[in-house]
């Protein structure tokens, strides 16, 4: 049942924005929304960071005991549609040039502990040097946000999908970017006459695979290649040979490690940042890579299809850290891109380490890979309690007054971390809606006699 907003704050910005989010995500809950709602506001109320559940229960947002807290989280389920339309149709933040920027990565929930817990997968995880990285059990989420513009640790999710052992992660990441610009189109984030939605993403995406899946959807594919590929050149127009025979398809090859394969580029600029000293951006116009008839294209019939787009080289004078730049290679499925849309290009692609605070913020702050849960859907369900909280903060944060420590420096409002929203944001929940009813006194069960035996064993998946 929709309950009404609390007096005095009527639906408007930004008040209204937050009450009507926190009402719309407790109908998107089921039997135990109560609980769970609760939960929710008590992993934005603890001090510290989440340890446990179980300390959780204790504090006054949290006003039913543990046992019905641990209930609702193992059997209670959410209704994930409807909570990504409401996550869609919330204020999202926008590229200086007004255009939606989106980012895609997988995030890892690790349970090296739980080797028979079902759906696990081995999960790859990054060392400090070099043949450091580890395969661990664990259940990887791609994840999608928006991203704002400037240095910022603050992104907006939109949507997450917990990867299964037989599932495909390209097919899966096309399923779920065509999907979620869907639901952006239908709640007016975006119009026929805005720029095209930008979508920047890292290696181990195909990103010509995503070109060509979503290629008739209004989105821009930003993706980065590793150091050892090539690209070729445009042919241009198709002729014969003297000699006959099939026309040429693809031009000159351009290795990323030979600079000289390398062509005059098309565009060049050069900008001055803050953190990285001068950047130089040199572009390369209707570059394709060479597609083979394998993998993903090994049932696709007729010619491979050739996905003409900008090539660009950027380098960097230093890094953070007194660490050797090294060139990132990104290409673009647009063409014909002036200076200033390179720049936009490879600037977007950079905050999409943005999306790396996020991730660190939910599993060292909120809690989010704390729990030990053996059921996928209960992981699920997790996960989705998170994202509503880490969407509230963002909502509260030109709400909340900066609540700082001695040693902490003063931020100005609209440059409040996520950690300091959170700290303020007990004071808000007074003034925004709280549809969660007051708990009925109950007393507790009997349990299980002492001395006997759990008859019940909790399900174990082999191995």
Not at 85 to 112: C, E, F, H, K, Q
Not at 217 to 222: F, G, M, R
Request: hydrophobic fraction near 35%; charged fraction near 25%.
């Amino acid at each position: 049942m929709r309950r009404s907003l609390p007096g005095g704050h009527p639906t408007v910005e930004p008040w209204g924005v937050l009450s009507r989010f926190r009402v719309e995500f407790y109908d998107c809950l089921y039997t135990r929304a109560d609980a769970l709602f609760e939960l929710t506001d008590a992993v934005l109320r603890a001090d510290g960071p989440v340890r446990s559940l179980v300390e959780l229960t204790p504090t006054a947002e949290h006003r039913r005991g543990h046992g019905a807290m641990y209930d609702a989280v193992n059997h209670d389920r959410l209704e994930p549609r409807r909570l990504r339309r409401l996550l869609a149709s919330t204020p999202l933040p926008r590229a200086a040039d007004g255009r939606i920027v989106l980012a895609v990565d997988v995030s890892n929930w690790l349970r090296p502990d739980a080797l028979t817990s079902p759906e696990l997968l081995f999960c790859h995880v990054y060392g400090q040097g070099r043949s450091a990285d580890q395969c661990i059990p664990g259940r990887p989420y791609s994840v999608v946000a928006a991203l704002e513009t400037g240095r910022t640790s603050w992104t907006a999710v939109l949507d997450a999908i917990r990867l299964g052992p037989s599932d495909d992660a390209t097919a899966v990441t096309a399923v779920q970017l065509r999907e979620v610009v869907t639901r952006l189109v239908h709640a007016g984030q975006w119009r026929p006459c805005d720029a095209d939605i930008l979508v920047v993403m890292d290696t181990g995406y195909d990103v010509t695979r995503l070109a060509h899946v979503l290629a008739d959807l209004p989105v821009e594919l930003v993706g980065r290649f590793r150091s050892d590929q090539v690209m070729l050149r445009d042919a241009g127009p198709r002729r014969s040979t003297p000699r006959g025979g099939q026309p040429r398809k693809h031009g000159g090859v351009l290795t990323f490690s030979k600079p000289e394969s390398w062509h005059t580029p098309d565009q060049a600029t050069t900008c001055d940042t803050t953190r990285y000293g001068t950047a130089e951006a040199l572009a390369r116009d209707r570059m394709h890579p060479r597609l083979q008839a394998r993998g993903p294209w090994l049932d696709h019939c007729g010619d491979l299809p050739l996905f003409h787009g900008t090539l660009i080289r950027l380098k960097v004078e230093y890094l953070p850290g007194d660490r050797v730049p090294e060139p990132v290679w990104l290409w673009s499925s647009r063409t014909g891109m002036t200076g200033q849309d390179i720049d936009i290009r490879w600037q977007a692609f950079l905050r999409r380490f943005d999306l790396e605070y996020t991730f660190r913020l939910c599993k060292q702050t909120l809690g989010w890979t704390v729990p030990k849960v053996r059921d996928p859907h209960t992981a699920d369900l997790w996960t989705w309690l998170i994202i509503a909280a880490h969407t509230q903060l963002r909502l509260a944060r030109t709400l909340t007054e900066d609540l700082r420590r001695p040693w902490e420096r003063p931020a100005q409002p609209r440059r409040l971390t996520p950690a300091r929203v959170r700290r303020g944001f007990r004071h808000l929940r007074a003034k925004t809606a709280r549809p969660a009813s007051v708990p009925r006194p109950s007393k507790p069960g009997p349990g299980r006699p002492p001395g006997s035996k759990n008859r019940r064993p909790a399900p174990r998946s082999r191995a």
